[in-house]
């Protein structure tokens, strides 16, 4: 009879190999979402503090729908949407088959557009935080408007911003076991899968749950280094 420890374990009726592989499909997963939701939330924030009054209102309209739906629906939305035009375009080759969108593809857009809302609030608030005189200053020397951003409002934004960033890239991290309802074989579907075949679910949950912790603090000791990074010579209170 096979013992709890091997059935952990990285040998032939181990299931450790599939759990990490699983784990390494939601970072993946959870990193791609990030440069989606960074590129989006960068653009919608830049929208409301520079655009005129339709590209505020096109702005502020997108972060209150996709902050008030749930990410499982915006995933079936982009998977299911995506594979009927798909299905669609080909039927004008004479293709009568069903053609699925990639489920990786799909709950990595979701997961970046529902981020990318919460991110453009996070990149408002850090360009707000930036005081006015360091932008003053920058003018009085002489800068133009690309050199400003490159040497002062970038890296500004940036120390501001990322606290909140970590506390967006948790939410994509946790957000990734969606993509299970895809078919991905990330770390939730291969623990549902582990589930099932050794009728031990409790004991394979709890494992997910250690595995995801551990990729939280990991990640979070990541964020708070860049941090520290980025706040030198910056008095802590």
């Not at 629906?73 to 949407?81: H, R």
Request: proline share 3%; net charge positive; with cysteine.
């Amino acid at each position: 009879m096979t013992s709890k420890l091997d059935l952990f374990g990285f040998g032939p009726d181990g299931w450790g190999a599939i759990l990490l592989a699983g784990g390494a499909v939601s970072v993946a997963a959870a990193i791609c979402g990030l440069m989606i939701a960074c590129v989006i939330g960068a653009t919608v924030a830049n929208a409301k503090l520079n655009g005129g009054r339709f590209a505020r209102s096109v702005a502020e309209g997108y972060t209150t729908v996709l902050r008030g739906v749930p990410e499982l629906l915006v995933i079936f939305l982009i998977y299911f949407g995506s594979s009927s035009i798909l299905t669609s375009l080909a039927t004008l080759f004479d293709y009568r088959g069903f053609i699925a969108f990639p489920g990786f593809l799909a709950g990595v857009l979701a997961i970046g557009v529902v981020g990318g809302a919460v991110m453009s609030e996070v990149f408002r608030g850090a360009f707000l935080a930036i005081g006015v005189g360091a932008v003053e200053a920058a003018k009085a020397c002489g800068m133009n408007k690309f050199l400003r951003f490159r040497r002062i409002v970038a890296p500004l934004t940036l120390r501001h911003a990322l606290p909140g960033m970590g506390n967006v890239w948790l939410s994509l991290l946790k957000g990734s076991s969606l993509l299970s309802a895809t078919g991905v074989a990330e770390l939730m579907r291969q623990t549902q899968v582990a589930a099932g075949s050794t009728r031990l679910p409790f004991d394979f949950y709890l494992a997910a749950a250690g595995i995801y912790i551990v990729l939280a603090v990991t990640t979070g000791m990541i964020f708070q280094a860049a941090e520290r990074y980025f706040s030198r010579g910056i008095a802590r209170i």
